[in-house]
């Protein structure tokens, strides 16, 4: 068994296959037309155990700026976290995770999301748990005089291109918490869960990713080189649902916010590297996420 990182595992044409292979088979995620597209950067780091050939064990790392409070700091996100059936029980991810700490020292602040099988793992390496909080404005308090909205073919490659270079030069959508120079998870999220949920709104030379559910929009993203006023651009959106659902942290808004607390099984574990804490109650932009 040997380990292998980066690039030696992006060139080589049958691990990074099987890397594709470990990772869909455990989370269901899809790498290859994100790669064949490439997107695949220096950026995203994938640290591993190969055996014959075949990638056994991972754990990834992303790197890109962080703002917290108007502050820009660089930041590791750690996922991809997994092991083959057959592998499980050596404490390869230990092993990985150690050789991850080791490569981050410069980094201001790791952090991860896990799934509750494993809350009790990353403590071990000065992790600590933090409490995000959700945002939602209701529909009633906005003045709704809807724009012109495309949507948006990322498949198209002219589309994508343009796409793409908002991501690369993009002004961030809040300077409460935000993320930065991270273009290669965000175009993940793109081609796979999003891929048609992204607008275009002329008006504010913004893209939009946005769902709808049966009582509310959520807003996932908003992407564009200008800054765009949030309350404006929700104003120009053709909402008929009861409330929208803010999938980031925003600034203080000109309409009522009603914060509450997120839930879900796992938890957002952070590790602060230099004096900066990264702070309870607020939510990190979901198209970030590794």
């Excluded at 060139?11 to 597209?37: H, I, R, V, Y």
């Excluded at 890109?64 to 997994?82: H, R, S």
């Excluded at 275009?200 to 006023?229: C, G, M, T, W």
């Amino acid at each position: 068994m040997n380990f292998i990182k980066g690039d030696a595992i992006r060139n080589n044409p049958k691990l990074k296959q099987s890397f594709f292979k470990l990772a869909e088979s455990t989370f269901g995620l899809e790498f290859a037309q994100w790669d064949a597209l490439g997107y695949w950067n220096d950026m995203y780091c994938p640290y591993a155990f190969e055996a014959g050939g075949e990638i056994v064990a991972n754990v990834s790392i992303s790197s890109g700026t962080m703002i917290l409070d108007g502050q820009y700091v660089k930041a590791v996100q750690i996922g991809t976290v997994m092991t083959h059936p057959k592998f499980q029980g050596q404490g390869l991810s230990k092993k990985l995770m150690e050789k991850v700490m080791e490569d981050t020292t410069e980094a201001d602040i790791l952090y991860l999301f896990a799934n509750e099988s494993v809350l009790g793992f990353y403590p071990k390496f000065g992790f600590e748990t933090r409490t995000q909080a959700t945002f939602t404005i209701a529909a009633k308090d906005l003045s709704i005089a809807p724009a012109e909205v495309k949507k948006v073919n990322i498949m198209d490659a002219d589309t994508r291109k343009l796409f793409y270079e908002a991501v690369m030069h993009r002004m961030p959508i809040s300077l409460k918490m935000s993320m930065l120079q991270n273009e290669n998870i965000v175009m993940f999220h793109a081609l796979t869960q999003y891929r048609n949920d992204i607008y275009f709104v002329p008006k504010f030379h913004a893209f939009v990713i946005a769902k709808e559910y049966e009582s509310s929009l959520q807003l996932i993203d908003v992407i564009s080189k200008n800054l765009v006023d949030l309350t404006e651009l929700l104003n120009s959106l053709p909402i008929k649902k009861q409330k929208v659902e803010l999938c980031f942290t925003p600034d203080k808004l000109s309409i009522p916010v009603q914060e509450g607390v997120f839930k879900d099984d796992g938890a957002m574990f952070v590790k602060n590297q230099r004096e900066l804490i990264y702070p309870n109650h607020v939510l990190y932009p979901y198209s970030g996420l590794a």
